[in-house]
C-alpha cells in the first residue's frame, strides 16, 4: 500500500498530513498526486467524499513553496461551482497548509468585493473562486490572471449542470497556455469531455469509483407514503423517532427550496432540532447553519441539492430523501452524504405513486434493487387526496383496521380546523423572535437575508413570482448581475418568510 511520503510530497506536507491524521493516501490521491507533483495536467474522474481536494491541494501546496505571490497576480486559481465548496477547499489549505506561509483568497458570491479585493492586492498564493464572482473582479479590473500557473477546475460536471461552462471556457482562456491544469468531475458527459480535450494537455487520467455505485456500508430503505405534504411530514416524523439514539444527525433532502423551508418550519414546529439550507440564503446565513450543523447544534439540516452539493460532513447518521430526487446521479450524491469513510449509515427515501418512474431510474443507474422497509406501494391504505380530508386522509385506518401509527398527533389534529392549521405552518416559525431580543447575525452592507444576491446560478425563464427579475435586476456595487444566464438547481420560487426570517438561535455568529 502506497504511503504519504512515497508520493513525494514535502516534509512539511507529510507533517500536516499526520497532524490531520491521515495515514493512507486515498486511490485518488495515490493515483492524481505523482503526476501533479510532475507538473502534468491531471483528469481525476472521482466524487466527493474520495479525498479529491486533499489531492490537488497537496501538490499545490508542494509547488508552492518556491516563489511569491505578485499584487493582483494570483499563482494558482481552483474553480468551485458553489461558495461551500470554495470555503471546504479553503478549510483545507488551512488544515494542510499549516506549516506554510501562504495567501488564501476566496472570491465568492455575497461577500464584498471591497474585502477581496484587499486580498487580491496583497498577493494570492492560491485563489479559490466561483466562475461567476471571478469574472467580475477581472471586468472591474483588479484582477489579472497571466501568472496563473496552475489551473484547478473541481466539480466539473456540477459547473455543467449549473450553465458555468461558458464561464468556465473565459476563464481558460484568459490563463497562460503554458499553465497545469487539474481537472475533476464525478462524471463524463460529453460537453466535459470536449472541454477537457479542448483545454487539457495529454492529462494523466486518474479514475476512481463511479459516480453512478453506492457505497456498501450503506443502508438503503425505500418509505411508502401518500402524496400529501402532510403525510409525507408524518411518514419523516415517524422515521427520525423510530430510528431513536441511532440517529446522531441527519441531512433531509427536498427536491425544491419552498419545501426546504415549509418542512424546516414544521419540523421545528414539532419540536425537533432543525435548520435549512436552500440557496437563495445568503452566504453567512449557509455558513453559519452548515457549522452549526456540523457542531452538533442541529441534528437536522432540511437542504437542497444545491447547497448541499459535494458539503463535506465527515459523519453523518443518516440520509433522508423526502423527496426522490429528479436526476437518478443525485441520489448518488446524496447518499454519498453517509456511509464516508468506512462508517455506516441509512439512507430513507420517501415513496409516492408518483414517484415511480424516478426511483426506476435510480434502480437502473445503481444496479439494484432498494428494499422496501414496510411494504411497497400496493400496501399503502387508500386515500382520499381532498385538502378537506386532512393530514391522514378519511380512510388513513390500514387495512388491518389500526390506526395510523402517530395516532395522538391524528386526535389532536381532528380538534382542529385542517385547513387553518396548514395556514398555520405556513406562517414564519420565527415571526416573534425579535420579540426574544436576540442577537441578530452581522451582516455585510451589500447582503439582504433571503434576496437572490449570489453570482450563482440566475435562471433563463421569468418566473411567475418575479423572483427571477428580482435576480436578474439585482446590483452588487453597481455591477449588474443579468449578463450570464445560468440554470439553478432550487429551480422553484423564493420561499417567503424564510430568508428574511431565519431563528437567530440558527445565526450564532461564528468566525467566517
Ligand atoms: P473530499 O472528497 O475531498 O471531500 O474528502 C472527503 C473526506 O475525506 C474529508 O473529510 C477529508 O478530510 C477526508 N480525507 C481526505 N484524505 C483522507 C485520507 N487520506 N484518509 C482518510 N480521510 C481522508
Redesign the pocket.
Known amino acids: 500500500m502506497t504511503t504519504f511520503a512515497e508520493l513525494g510530497l514535502s516534509p512539511k506536507i507529510l507533517a500536516a498530513?499526520e497532524a490531520?491524521g491521515?495515514?493512507?493516501?486515498?486511490p485518488i490521491?495515490a493515483g492524481a498526486i505523482p503526476h501533479a507533483l510532475e507538473r502534468k495536467d491531471v483528469l481525476g474522474i472521482?466524487?466527493?467524499?474520495?479525498?479529491?481536494?486533499?489531492s490537488f491541494v497537496l501538490p499545490m501546496l508542494h509547488l508552492l513553496e518556491k516563489g511569491r505571490a505578485r499584487a493582483r497576480m494570483p499563482r494558482t486559481l481552483i474553480l468551485e461551482p458553489t461558495r461551500e465548496l470554495a470555503a471546504?477547499v479553503e478549510e483545507?489549505f488551512v488544515k494542510y497548509g499549516v506549516n506554510h506561509r501562504i495567501n488564501v483568497a476566496l472570491l465568492i458570491g455575497g461577500v464584498s468585493f471591497e474585502e477581496q479585493e484587499r486580498k487580491l492586492e496583497r498577493g494570492a498564493d492560491v485563489l479559490i473562486a466561483t466562475p461567476g464572482r471571478l469574472l467580475d473582479h477581472f471586468e472591474r479590473g483588479k484582477l489579472l490572471l497571466t501568472g496563473v500557473e496552475i489551473l484547478v477546475i473541481d466539480e466539473a460536471d456540477r459547473m455543467l449542470d449549473m450553465g458555468f461552462i461558458p464561464d468556465i471556457e473565459r476563464i481558460c482562456k484568459l490563463i497562460p497556455f503554458t499553465r497545469q491544469t487539474l481537472f475533476f468531475s464525478a462524471t463524463m458527459p460529453a460537453e466535459i469531455t470536449k472541454l477537457t480535450e479542448q483545454f487539457l494537455h495529454s492529462p494523466a487520467r486518474v479514475e476512481v469509483a463511479k459516480a453512478s455505485t453506492t457505497a456498501k456500508t450503506v443502508t438503503q430503505r425505500l418509505v411508502k407514503s401518500a402524496k400529501k405534504p402532510w403525510d409525507k411530514r408524518a411518514v419523516l416524523r415517524d422515521l427520525i423517532q423510530a430510528e431513536g439514539d441511532e440517529l446522531k444527525n441527519a441531512i433531509i433532502f427536498c427536491n425544491r427550496k419552498m419545501d426546504v423551508s415549509e418542512l424546516f418550519r414544521s419540523l421545528v414546529k414539532h419540536g425537533f432540532n432543525a435548520g435549512a439550507l436552500h440557496g437563495d440564503m445568503d452566504q453567512r446565513a449557509r455558513m453559519t447553519m452548515l457549522s452549526n450543523f456540523k457542531d452538533g447544534n442541529l441534528q437536522l439540516l432540511v437542504a437542497s441539492d444545491v447547497a448541499a452539493r459535494?458539503l463535506?460532513i465527515?459523519d453523518v447518521s443518516h440520509v433522508f430523501n423526502y423527496d426522490i430526487p429528479i436526476h437518478a446521479e443525485d441520489y448518488v450524491h446524496r447518499i454519498g452524504r453517509t456511509g464516508?469513510?468506512g462508517r455506516s449509515g441509512k439512507a430513507f427515501s420517501i415513496i409516492t405513486a408518483s414517484d415511480t418512474k424516478h426511483l426506476d431510474a435510480i434502480e437502473k443507474m445503481i444496479g439494484e434493487k432498494i428494499e422496501w422497509l414496510d411494504g411497497d406501494l400496493s400496501t399503502l391504505p387508500a386515500q382520499e387526496e381532498t385538502e378537506e380530508t386532512g393530514r391522514r386522509g378519511r380512510n388513513s385506518r390500514g387495512k388491518n383496521g389500526k390506526k395510523p401509527r402517530d395516532a395522538k398527533e391524528h386526535k389532536e389534529k381532528q380538534a382542529q380546523p385542517r385547513v387553518a392549521e396548514e395556514k398555520a405552518a405556513e406562517a414564519p416559525v420565527v415571526a416573534d423572535i425579535s420579540a426574544l431580543d436576540a442577537p441578530q447575525p452581522v451582516i455585510p452592507d451589500n447582503v439582504s437575508l433571503g434576496t437572490a444576491v449570489t453570482q450563482e446560478p440566475v435562471r433563463p425563464a421569468p418566473h411567475k413570482n418575479g423572483n427571477d427579475e428580482r435576480r436578474q435586476n439585482h446590483t452588487q456595487n453597481g455591477q449588474q448581475n443579468n449578463k450570464r444566464h445560468r440554470r439553478d438547481f432550487d429551480d422553484e420560487p423564493s420561499p417567503l418568510g424564510f430568508g428574511d426570517d431565519i431563528p437567530a438561535f440558527m445565526l450564532i455568529p461564528i468566525n467566517i
Not at 22 to 26: I, K, L, N, Q, V
Not at 46 to 54: F, H, I, L, R, V
Open positions: 498530513v490531520a491521515y495515514t493512507t493516501p486515498t490521491q472521482a466524487q466527493t467524499g474520495t479525498g479529491k481536494t486533499a471546504q483545507n459535494g463535506d465527515p464516508r469513510a
